[in-house]
């Protein structure tokens, strides 16, 4: 009844309260909790099918799939088609909630040439403030 579309919408709120209250081992293991807070921000949005599974896709379970490198790429490049503009350091730290003190390393994410995010820092972006110190990904 929880996950039930209202007004032709899914809620973040009832799918986060279904899974809360019937969590099994396996969800804790894969990390749901700390993916459920990632999107908490959209708790109270009404979101259409595509928006919620979009939303409640985990980049690091993807990341264990072979073609995870081919799947962030196809993606980095429908953002660059339709979604990518120039974004300040300030603006990329503020929309991730982090202080001036992460300035430094949200630099490298920005391209010099236009001031977009780069395949790097889209891919870093999408990992939230857990960013992994160390990342095989080439940039572009």
């Known amino acids: 009844m929880l996950l039930e579309p209202e007004d032709g919408a899914l809620y973040l709120r009832n799918f986060t309260t279904a899974l ?3 969590a099994t081992d396996a969800m804790i293991e894969s990390r749901l909790p700390d993916i459920l807070n990632l999107m908490q921000p ?3 949005r009404k979101l259409d099918f595509e ?3 979009a939303a409640a896709v985990s980049v690091y379970q993807l990341e264990a799939l072979e073609e995870w490198e081919q799947i962030a790429a ?5 953002f660059e088609r339709a979604g ?6 300030q603006e990329l730290a503020e929309e991730m909630s982090l202080g001036p003190n ?3 390393l949200l630099k490298d994410w920005i391209r010099s040439s236009d001031g977009k995010l780069s395949f790097l820092g889209y891919a870093k972006f ?3 403030v857990t960013v992994r110190s160390s990342s095989s990904r080439p940039t572009r």
Request: glycine share 4%; aromatic share 12%; net charge negative.
């Open 20 to 22: 809360t209250r019937y």
């Open 126 to 128: 999408l990992h939230g």
């Open 51 to 53: 928006e919620f599974c």
């Open 74 to 78: 196809i993606a980095f490049d429908d």
């Open 84 to 89: 990518s503009r120039a974004i300040s350091v």
């Open 102 to 104: 992460a300035h430094p």
């Open 42 to 44: 959209l708790a109270h």
